[in-house]
């Protein structure tokens, strides 16, 4: 697995930054995307449409890369895998419950792998990130592999999105699922939750790792 990290302040930015990084042969499958909600989502996303690169995505209360924190921008993790090796899902959450939402898609999850490892993303403000994860739970069983966040929205207290290539919400959950037996993810807490501030997948059997910094407020509670 091959992972390049890019950052911008607009789409065309991004869309540089982008091209710089395929300069080596380096031919990402997916694109994990935080952004500010003063981004254009639309025309990000064209960006890695036109390409074919799955997206996983959410809005953003700051933006960390590398080490460095920006606001008002758009930080990517961009990881070159085998399509196989991860799913995602997404589903809209409104007149439904939440834990029996996130069984679903736990389900769902379990039908493509046996040991699935889970990074969901909520958008809203209202949502019980509790229930999502014991909803998880309740479908992949207590010791499931989970580290999730929320979207933000700079702190404005308005509206929050998750987003994939073709579909977007304000009340929404998506989930990155990866093949467990093959792809290792580990998380960094933050604030007393088991969260997605920190993550690191590492392709099981070779070396290459990636660090990635996203600014999530829940995620699997520390127990």
């Known amino acids: 697995m091959k992972a390049k990290s890019i950052k911008g302040k607009s789409p065309e930015e991004i869309k540089s930054a982008l091209e710089v990084s395929l300069a ?18 639309n025309a990000v996303l ?14 953003t209360s700051g933006e960390f890369i590398d080490g460095e924190y920006s606001e008002g921008a758009v930080a990517i993790l961009l990881l070159e895998l085998n399509p196989s090796l991860f799913k995602i899902l997404f589903e809209e959450y409104p007149d439904k419950e939440p834990r029996l939402l996130a069984k679903h898609l736990g389900e769902k999850a379990l039908k493509f ?41 700079d702190r404005k207290g308005e509206s929050t999105f998750v987003f994939t290539n073709d579909k977007s919400s304000d ?14 993810v580990k998380g960094q807490a933050l ?5 997605a501030r920190r993550a690191g997948p590492t392709e099981r059997g070779r070396s290459s790792t990636w660090r990635r910094r996203a600014n999530a407020s829940s995620g ?3 127990t």
Do not use: H, M
């Open 191 to 195: 604030a007393g939750w088991k969260g």
């Open 24 to 41: 080596d042969g380096f031919n990402p499958t997916l694109a994990i995307v935080f952004l500010s909600v003063k981004q254009d989502r």
């Open 46 to 59: 064209e960006v890695f449409n036109e390409r074919g690169i799955s997206v996983f995505g959410s809005t």
């Open 113 to 153: 792998y046996s040991n699935p490892t889970f990074i969901p993303v909520s958008s809203g403000f209202f949502l019980d990130g509790e229930q999502l994860i014991r909803g998880i739970e309740d479908a992949a069983g207590v010791g499931a592999n989970i580290w999730g966040g929320r979207a933000g929205d």
């Open 220 to 222: 699997r509670r520390a």
């Open 171 to 184: 009340q929404g959950i998506a989930i990155l699922v990866f093949d467990g037996d093959k792809i290792y």
